[in-house]
C-alpha cells in the first residue's frame, strides 16, 4: 500500500504563485511514477504535471512554461511549483502515484487551489 498526502493549496491572487507538496509513504519502491491532477468546475480530472521514477517530465499544455515538477533525492516527495496563476487554475489537486499496468493507482485526498481575479 502507498499513501499520498498533499498539501500547499490555498487562496492566490491572479498572477502569484504556489507550491504544493505530496508525500508518499510505504511501498513506494513500487511506483513508476508520481504526478498531479486537478479537478475543476467541471468536475473531470485532468493531468497537470508528471515525473517518472527517472525524473522525466511532462505538462499539460494549459499550464507548459507557468508551473514545473520535482522531486526529492529520496524520491518519495514531489512539488509543483505554480507561477502567474489564472482562475482556470482552480481545482482541487490530486497526487496520484501508480505501479504500473495492472498495477495499483493511489491517489492522495487532494488540496484546494483558488485563483481569485
Known amino acids: 500500500q502507498v499513501q499520498l498526502v498533499e498539501s500547499g493549496g490555498g487562496l492566490v491572487h491572479v498572477g502569484e504563485s504556489l507550491k504544493l507538496s505530496c508525500t508518499a509513504s510505504?511501498?513506494?519502491?513500487?511506483?513508476?511514477?508520481m504526478g498531479w491532477y486537478r479537478e475543476g468546475s467541471e468536475k473531470q480530472r485532468e493531468m497537470v504535471a508528471v515525473?517518472?521514477?527517472?525524473?522525466?517530465?511532462g505538462y499539460a499544455d494549459s499550464v507548459q512554461g507557468r508551473f514545473t515538477i520535482s522531486r526529492n533525492n529520496a524520491g518519495n516527495t514531489i512539488y509543483l511549483q505554480m507561477s502567474n496563476l489564472k482562475p482556470e487554475d482552480t481545482g482541487v489537486y490530486y497526487c496520484?502515484?501508480?505501479?504500473?499496468?495492472?498495477?495499483?493507482?493511489?491517489w492522495g485526498k487532494g488540496t484546494l487551489v483558488t485563483v481569485s481575479p
Open positions: 496520484n502515484a501508480p505501479t504500473g499496468p495492472g498495477g495499483e493507482d493511489y
Open positions: 510505504g511501498m513506494t519502491a513500487r511506483l513508476i511514477r
Open positions: 515525473i517518472t521514477d527517472y525524473a522525466g517530465t
